[in-house]
C-alpha cells in the first residue's frame, strides 16, 4: 500500500535510455507518467529511477503502492501515509498541500490505473498548492493531469529474427534472462553457444519482463532446448484461441497460463484462493484461506514454497515479529482470480478471509494491553489492505454485528496506528447499517465516540452518546457500562470539562478496582491524571504513578505507558521535580517513536520545553517549541488541546522570550522547527548529539574547494545556487556537500553552518 524506497535494487537490468529519459523529464516537467501494460516493468522502472534521483531531493522521496487501495476516498490517506504523516485531524489532501508547501519532494505513485480519477483530483490539488513536488507515476493508461508528460515502457530490446545476437550489451531482454538464469541455475552464463537460443526464448515472451523471469525460473527443471520447445508449442496452441488479444498481452497470459498448467493441481487451487489477499499474507493466514477440499492445512506451506519456487510468490521482508510473509504479483494475482471465477469458490475464499481477518481483529483487541501492543500495531500496518478488504465484504452481509465487532475492535489500531480519520469513516459506515441494541453495536459506539474525541469532531456526538447510553441501559452489562462511564469521561475531558471528566473517571476506576477490571483500569487513570493536573489537584500525580504501575504489571505496553509516563511527568514538572520529569518525558518519546506517533512526540516536546524553562534554559526550552511545532505539522492534529497550550504559553514561551528578547527568542524557535523530525528528537533526547563539536579550525580536513562550498552553504544557498556561483554541474556540487558531510560526521546543512561560525570566531 505504502512505503519506503529501497536504498537499491537488486539485479536492475538495463532500461538505461528510459531512466535517462525520466530523469531528464522530471527536470522539467512536474508529473511524468509511466505507461504500459501489465508485467512491462513500470514499477521497478519507477522505483530505480526514483533511487537514483534521491540526492535531487534533499526533502525526501516517497513511494505510495496503489495497488492493493479499492476505495478512492483512502487514496490522500495512502499517500499521506507513504510521507510519513499520521492521518489525525485535518483532511489529509489539505494537509498534504500545507506539508509539502516547497519542499523539494518526489513522490512515486505506483499503479494508478484503477484510480484515475482520484489520482488526476488529488495530483492536481497537490501540483497547484506546491511548487517543489514531483511527481512519477506508472500506470496503465494517462492520467489526464495538466502538464503531464507521458514515457511509455515498451518491452526489453530484443534481437530480431534474423538470429544474430552480437552479444548482450544491446540487448536487455537477454540480459535479464541471463541475470535471472543464473540466480536457479548456478553457473549459467549467456555464451556464443546459447545466445541464440536465449534469443529465441525472449522473443517467444514478447520481451517482456515479468515473462522473462518466469520463464528463467523454470530452468531448475528443463533444459534451454525443452523450454523454448515448449514455449513454442504452448504459444502457437494458445495464439488460436486468443487472436483478438493484443499480441503482446498473448504472450504474457499464455505464458502465465502455461506456468499455471505446469502446477501441481493442488498448487493451482492454493494459486487461485491467495488470489484474494490484498497487499501480502503470511503462513497462517494462507492455511485458513487455502484449506479445504483437496488442500489440507498441513500442506499448505509445501504449496507456498513449490509457489515461491516457480516466481508466482515472492517472499517478502518480514514487517512484525517473525512470521514470513508472501506477496504475489498483480498480474498473477488478477490471473489468479479469474481461474478461481471459473474453477472455484470465489464466494468461499473471501468468506474465509474476511473471517480470518475478522479473528485477527478479536485478538489484537485481546493482547493490545500486554508487552505485545507495538508488534500487534506493526503487524495491523502489514494487514492494513486485507482489513479494508474484510470489512468490505462485511458491510455487505444482512448481519451487521460482524461489521460491527470488526470495527469496534480495531479502534485502538486507528488511533495509536494514526489512522483516525480513516477509522472514523469505517465506524461511520457500520454504524449505518442499524440493527437492534447490541454489545457489538455498543462497542462500534464507543469507538466512534473516542476518535471523534481525538479528531475534534462534534457533528453527531450528542446523538451516538444518547444510543450509547440507552444500549448500555437496556443490555445491562456491567463491562458495556463502566466503558461507557470511561468514554464519557475521556470526552468531556477533551470537550474542555476537566471537572465533570473527573467525575465520571474517578466513578469509573471504582467500578474497575472493585470488579476487577485492569485493563479499563489501564485507560482511565492516565486520562484521570491529566484532568487532576489541568484542574491543579495535588492528586494527580498520585493517579500518575498508579497508570505507570499499572502499566508496568500487564508489560509496560508502549501506547498506554508513553500516555501514562507523560502525564506523570507534568505531575512532577508541576511539583519542581524537573529532572526525574525530564527522563520522564525522554521515556515517553522513546515509546512513541517507533510508532511515528508525532502527536504524542509533541506533546513530550512541549513538556521539555516547560522544564527547560524552568531550569532557565530558555534557549532550549525556545528551541524545544519550535521542534514540537514542526511534530504537530507532521501529526495532523493541530495543536496542543487549549488547557496545556496556555501552559505552555505562560510557563515557556513568554518567560523564555522575557529572557532572550524577542529576536534571540524567534531564532532559536526558527532553529528548532527547521529540523527534521529525527532531529528534534535526537536534540529532545540527547542534547549533546546536535551540539557536539565537530574538528577545530586548526585541523580542517576540508580541501581549499570544499571549504569554499560549505561556506556558500553556510550562506543558505542551494546545490542549485551553489552550481550557478561557481559554475560547476549541480550534480557536482551535490558530491561536494556530501563529502563534506561525511567528513565532518554531519548530518544536515544547517551542522555545516554552524561549523563555519564556530570556524570563523
Given at each position: 500500500?505504502?512505503?519506503?524506497?529501497?536504498?537499491?535494487?537488486?539485479?536492475f537490468?538495463?532500461?538505461?535510455?528510459?531512466?535517462?529519459d525520466?530523469?531528464?523529464?522530471?527536470?522539467?516537467?512536474?508529473?511524468?507518467?509511466?505507461?504500459?501494460?501489465?508485467?512491462?516493468?513500470?514499477?521497478?522502472?519507477?522505483?530505480?529511477?526514483?533511487v537514483?534521483?534521491?540526492?535531487?531531493?534533499?526533502?525526501?522521496?516517497?513511494?505510495?503502492?496503489?495497488?492493493?487501495l479499492?476505495?478512492?476516498?483512502?487514496?490522500?490517506?495512502?499517500?499521506?501515509?507513504?510521507?510519513?504523516?499520521?492521518?489525525?485531524?485535518?483532511?489529509?489532501?489539505?494537509?498534504?498541500?500545507?506539508?509539502?508547501?516547497?519542499?523539494?519532494?518526489?513522490?512515486?505513485?505506483?499503479?494508478?490505473?484503477?484510480?484515475?480519477d482520484?489520482?488526476?483530483?488529488?495530483?492536481?490539488?497537490?501540483?497547484?498548492?506546491?511548487?517543489?513536488?514531483?511527481?512519477?507515476?506508472?500506470?496503465?493508461?494517462?492520467?489526464?493531469?495538466e502538464?503531464?508528460?507521458?514515457?511509455?515502457?515498451?518491452?526489453?530490446?530484443?534481437?530480431?529474427?534474423?538470429?544474430?545476437?552480437?552479444?548482450?550489451?544491446?540487448?536487455?531482454?537477454?540480459?535479464?534472462?541471463?541475470?535471472?538464469?543464473?540466480?536457479?541455475?548456478?553457473?549459467?552464463a549467456?555464451?556464443?553457444?546459447?545466445?541464440?537460443?536465449?534469443?529465441?526464448?525472449?522473443?517467444?515472451?514478447?520481451?517482456?519482463?515479468?515473462?522473462?523471469?518466469?520463464?528463467?525460473?523454470?530452468?531448475?527443471?528443463?533444459?534451454?532446448?525443452?523450454?523454448?520447445?515448449?514455449?513454442?508449442?504452448?504459444?502457437?496452441?494458445?495464439?488460436?484461441?486468443?487472436?483478438?488479444?493484443?499480441?503482446?498481452?498473448?504472450?504474457l497470459?499464455?505464458?502465465?497460463?502455461?506456468?499455471?498448467?505446469?502446477?501441481?493441481?493442488?498448487?493451482?487451487?492454493?494459486?487461485?484462493?491467495?488470489?484474494?489477499?490484498?497487499?501480502?499474507?503470511?503462513?497462517?493466514a494462507?492455511?485458513?484461506?487455502?484449506?479445504?477440499?483437496?488442500?489440507?492445512?498441513?500442506?499448505?506451506?509445501?504449496?507456498?514454497?513449490?509457489?515461491?519456487?516457480?516466481?508466482?510468490l515472492?517472499?517478502?521482508?518480514e514487517?512484525?515479529?517473525?512470521?514470513?510473509?508472501?506477496?504475489?504479483?498483480?498480474?498473477?494475482?488478477?490471473?489468479?482470480?479469474?481461474?478461481?471465477?471459473?474453477?472455484?469458490?470465489?464466494?468461499?475464499s473471501?468468506?474465509?478471509?474476511?473471517?480470518?481477518?475478522?479473528?485477527?481483529?478479536?485478538?489484537?483487541?485481546?493482547e493490545?494491553?500486554?508487552?505485545?501492543?507495538?508488534?500487534?500495531?506493526?503487524?495491523?500496518?502489514?494487514?492494513?489492505?486485507?482489513?479494508?478488504?474484510?470489512?468490505?465484504?462485511w458491510?455487505?452481509?444482512?448481519?451487521?454485528?460482524?461489521?460491527?465487532?470488526?470495527?469496534?475492535?480495531?479502534?485502538?489500531?486507528?488511533?495509536?496506528?494514526?489512522?483516525?480519520?480513516?477509522?472514523?469513516?469505517?465506524?461511520?459506515?457500520?454504524?449505518?447499517?442499524?440493527?437492534?441494541?447490541?454489545?457489538?453495536?455498543?462497542?462500534?459506539?464507543?469507538?466512534?465516540?473516542?476518535?471523534?474525541?481525538?479528531?475534534?469532531?462534534?457533528?453527531?456526538?450528542?446523538?451516538?452518546?444518547?444510543?450509547?447510553?440507552?444500549?448500555?441501559?437496556?443490555?445491562?452489562?456491567?463491562?458495556?457500562?463502566?466503558?461507557?462511564?470511561?468514554?464519557?469521561?475521556?470526552?468531556?475531558?477533551?470537550?474542555?470539562?476537566?471537572?465533570?471528566?473527573?467525575?465520571?473517571?474517578?466513578?469509573?476506576?471504582?467500578?474497575?478496582?472493585?470488579?476487577?477490571?485492569?485493563?479499563?483500569?489501564?485507560?482511565?487513570?492516565?486520562?484521570?491524571?491529566?484532568a487532576?493536573?489541568?484542574?491543579?489537584?495535588?492528586?494527580?500525580?498520585?493517579?500518575?504513578?498508579?497508570a505507570?504501575?499499572l502499566?508496568?504489571?500487564?508489560?509496560?505496553?508502549?501506547?498506554?505507558?508513553?500516555?501514562?509516563?507523560?502525564v506523570?511527568g507534568?505531575?512532577?514538572?508541576?511539583?519542581?521535580?524537573?529532572q526525574?520529569?525530564?527522563?520522564?518525558?525522554?521515556?515517553?518519546?522513546?515509546?512513541r517513536?517507533?510508532?511515528?506517533?508525532?502527536?504524542?512526540?509533541?506533546?513530550?516536546?512541549?513538556?521539555?520545553?516547560?522544564?527547560?524553562?524552568?531550569?532557565?534554559?530558555?534557549?532550549?526550552?525556545?528551541?524545544?517549541?519550535?521542534?514540537a511545532?514542526?511534530?504537530?505539522?507532521?501529526?495532523?492534529?493541530?495543536?496542543?488541546?487549549?488547557?496545556?497550550?496556555?501552559?505552555?504559553q505562560?510557563?515557556?514561551?513568554?518567560?523564555?522570550?522575557?529572557?532572550l528578547?524577542?529576536?534571540?527568542?524567534?531564532?532559536?524557535?526558527?532553529?528548532?522547527?527547521?529540523?527534521?523530525?529525527?532531529?528534534?528528537?535526537?536534540?529532545?533526547?540527547?542534547?549533546?548529539?546536535?551540539?557536539?563539536?565537530?574538528?577545530?579550525?586548526?585541523?580542517?580536513?576540508?580541501?581549499?574547494?570544499?571549504?569554499?562550498?560549505?561556506?556558500?552553504?553556510?550562506?543558505?544557498?542551494?546545490?542549485?545556487?551553489?552550481?550557478?556561483?561557481?559554475?560547476?554541474?549541480?550534480?557536482?556540487?551535490e558530491?561536494?556537500?556530501e563529502?563534506?558531510?561525511?567528513?565532518?560526521?554531519?548530518?544536515?546543512?544547517s551542522?555545516?553552518?554552524?561549523?563555519?561560525?564556530?570556524?570563523?570566531?
Amino acid at each position: 500500500m505504502a512505503g519506503t524506497l529501497p536504498s537499491e535494487l537488486t539485479s536492475f537490468v538495463g532500461r538505461r535510455q528510459e531512466l535517462a529519459d525520466i530523469r531528464r523529464l522530471l527536470s522539467a516537467a512536474r508529473l511524468v507518467t509511466l505507461t504500459g501494460l501489465g508485467g512491462v516493468g513500470k514499477t521497478r522502472l519507477a522505483v530505480r529511477a526514483a533511487v537514483g534521483l534521491k540526492r535531487a531531493f534533499p526533502d525526501g522521496v516517497h513511494l505510495a503502492e496503489l495497488a492493493d487501495l479499492d476505495d478512492p476516498a483512502l487514496l490522500p490517506q495512502t499517500v499521506a501515509t507513504a510521507l510519513g504523516l499520521r492521518d489525525e485531524a485535518v483532511e489529509p489532501a489539505d494537509r498534504l498541500a500545507q506539508f509539502l508547501g516547497d519542499r523539494q519532494v518526489l513522490l512515486v505513485l505506483d499503479n494508478c490505473e484503477h484510480l484515475t480519477d482520484a489520482c488526476a483530483t488529488l495530483i492536481g490539488k497537490l501540483l497547484a498548492a506546491t511548487s517543489g513536488l514531483r511527481i512519477l507515476a506508472t500506470s496503465r493508461q494517462r492520467l489526464s493531469v495538466e502538464g503531464e508528460h507521458l514515457l511509455p515502457v515498451e518491452p526489453l530490446s530484443l534481437p530480431d529474427h534474423s538470429g544474430t545476437t552480437e552479444g548482450t550489451s544491446g540487448w536487455d531482454a537477454m540480459a535479464l534472462f541471463a541475470d535471472r538464469a543464473a540466480a536457479v541455475s548456478p553457473g549459467f552464463a549467456l555464451t556464443a553457444e546459447n545466445e541464440a537460443l536465449i534469443a529465441m526464448i525472449c522473443r517467444h515472451v514478447e520481451g517482456l519482463p515479468l515473462a522473462i523471469e518466469l520463464a528463467a525460473v523454470w530452468l531448475r527443471t528443463l533444459s534451454l532446448t525443452e523450454l523454448n520447445d515448449r514455449l513454442a508449442d504452448r504459444f502457437a496452441l494458445l495464439s488460436e484461441a486468443s487472436r483478438t488479444a493484443p499480441p503482446r498481452q498473448q504472450g504474457l497470459e499464455a505464458l502465465v497460463d502455461w506456468s499455471y498448467r505446469l502446477c501441481l493441481p493442488a498448487e493451482q487451487r492454493a494459486w487461485e484462493r491467495l488470489s484474494v489477499f490484498r497487499g501480502g499474507f503470511d503462513l497462517p493466514a494462507a492455511e485458513f484461506v487455502c484449506a479445504g477440499d483437496e488442500i489440507g492445512g498441513d500442506s499448505v506451506l509445501g504449496l507456498l514454497a513449490g509457489l515461491v519456487d516457480k516466481s508466482v510468490l515472492v517472499r517478502v521482508r518480514e514487517t512484525y515479529g517473525h512470521n514470513a510473509r508472501y506477496r504475489m504479483l498483480e498480474t498473477l494475482a488478477e490471473f489468479g482470480a479469474a481461474r478461481l471465477a471459473e474453477n472455484g469458490d470465489p464466494a468461499g475464499s473471501t468468506r474465509r478471509h474476511r473471517d480470518f481477518y475478522r479473528e485477527l481483529a478479536r485478538r489484537f483487541t485481546e493482547e493490545k494491553i500486554t508487552s505485545r501492543q507495538q508488534e500487534w500495531i506493526s503487524r495491523m500496518q502489514s494487514e492494513h489492505a486485507n482489513l479494508r478488504a474484510a470489512l468490505e465484504s462485511w458491510l455487505e452481509e444482512p448481519d451487521p454485528r460482524p461489521a460491527l465487532e470488526m470495527a469496534g475492535n480495531l479502534s485502538t489500531f486507528w488511533i495509536a496506528g494514526g489512522h483516525l480519520l480513516e477509522g472514523s469513516r469505517w465506524l461511520d459506515r457500520v454504524l449505518q447499517l442499524g440493527g437492534g441494541p447490541s454489545r457489538e453495536r455498543a462497542r462500534a459506539l464507543h469507538a466512534s465516540l473516542l476518535t471523534c474525541t481525538w479528531l475534534g469532531v462534534r457533528r453527531g456526538f450528542a446523538g451516538r452518546l444518547r444510543e450509547y447510553r440507552s444500549i448500555a441501559a437496556e443490555l445491562d452489562d456491567p463491562v458495556i457500562s463502566v466503558e461507557l462511564l470511561v468514554c464519557e469521561g475521556v470526552s468531556r475531558y477533551f470537550l474542555g470539562d476537566p471537572r465533570r471528566a473527573c467525575e465520571l473517571l474517578e466513578e469509573a476506576h471504582e467500578v474497575c478496582r472493585a470488579a476487577g477490571h485492569d485493563g479499563l483500569a489501564l485507560q482511565i487513570l492516565p486520562y484521570l491524571a491529566l484532568a487532576r493536573f489541568v484542574l491543579s489537584e495535588p492528586n494527580a500525580e498520585e493517579a500518575g504513578e498508579q497508570a505507570v504501575d499499572l502499566c508496568a504489571a500487564h508489560g509496560n505496553p508502549p501506547w498506554y505507558t508513553a500516555l501514562a509516563v507523560w502525564v506523570l511527568g507534568l505531575a512532577l514538572w508541576r511539583r519542581g521535580d524537573l529532572q526525574r520529569a525530564e527522563r520522564l518525558q525522554r521515556d515517553a518519546i522513546r515509546l512513541r517513536e517507533p510508532a511515528g506517533d508525532h502527536s504524542g512526540i509533541a506533546l513530550s516536546l512541549e513538556s521539555l520545553a516547560w522544564c527547560a524553562a524552568s531550569d532557565r534554559r530558555f534557549n532550549r526550552a525556545a528551541r524545544l517549541l519550535g521542534a514540537a511545532a514542526t511534530a504537530w505539522r507532521l501529526s495532523g492534529a493541530g495543536r496542543i488541546e487549549p488547557a496545556l497550550q496556555q501552559v505552555s504559553q505562560t510557563h515557556a514561551a513568554l518567560p523564555a522570550r522575557e529572557a532572550l528578547g524577542r529576536q534571540v527568542f524567534e531564532q532559536e524557535y526558527a532553529r528548532g522547527a527547521s529540523m527534521t523530525f529525527d532531529k528534534a528528537v535526537a536534540f529532545a533526547l540527547d542534547e549533546r548529539r546536535m551540539s557536539a563539536a565537530p574538528a577545530s579550525p586548526s585541523r580542517n580536513p576540508l580541501t581549499a574547494r570544499e571549504s569554499e562550498i560549505a561556506a556558500l552553504v553556510a550562506k543558505g544557498l542551494s546545490n542549485r545556487q551553489i552550481a550557478g556561483q561557481l559554475v560547476i554541474s549541480q550534480r557536482t556540487a551535490e558530491t561536494h556537500v556530501e563529502h563534506i558531510l561525511a567528513k565532518l560526521g554531519f548530518t544536515s546543512r544547517s551542522q555545516i553552518a554552524a561549523w563555519i561560525t564556530a570556524n570563523e570566531a
